[in-house]
């Protein structure tokens, strides 16, 4: 899931996305209190339109593909929307992974903690939405991802590199 913009991108800047606003605002809220790299969601439009993709990375504007067009919101640009609390979110040092064995080592509780945080995320988004979150290694060529339905209706997948596992709640 890689939506950085590019800088000779053609892309819209903008001040508002209208009804994704709050989902901008939980993003960046998500990204700065967890210390993540970057976050996605992705938000069901109306019906008979594709789903829109909301990538908020660090210190870069949050991309917005809203199927027919892409446009961009300045990263630190106030908006005027609310977006659904989340509890306490705690940053923790870079992961210690291990892609070919699968193995993560963390904080006692750290891989959990940014599950649960990554699934109230999505469960924030409401309705069938999926929140990912990505999150500095000591490998850097091996990032740890979280992606979680809203819904409950899969199990939280960590991704190592390109080898993913389910982590049942």
Known sequence: MSHSP???DAGEVVASV???DGVVVLLRDFLHRSGALRV?????QAPGRPPAVVDCPRSAPVQVDLGERTVYVPHAIELR???PALPEIRRLPPFDVDAAAGTVASPVGGLQHLAD???ALARALGGRNVAFAQFATTDPTT???LTARSDD???LVVALGEQE???EE
Do not use: N
Request: charged share 15%; aromatic share 4%.
């Open 6 to 8: 590019a800088p000779d």
């Open 165 to 167: 596992f389910a982590l």
């Open 153 to 155: 209706s899969e199990p």
């Open 143 to 145: 990032p740890l991802s």
């Open 18 to 20: 209208g009804p994704l």
């Open 81 to 83: 929307a609310a977006a």
């Open 117 to 119: 945080a990554t699934r």
């Open 40 to 44: 996605i969601a992705l938000v069901d």
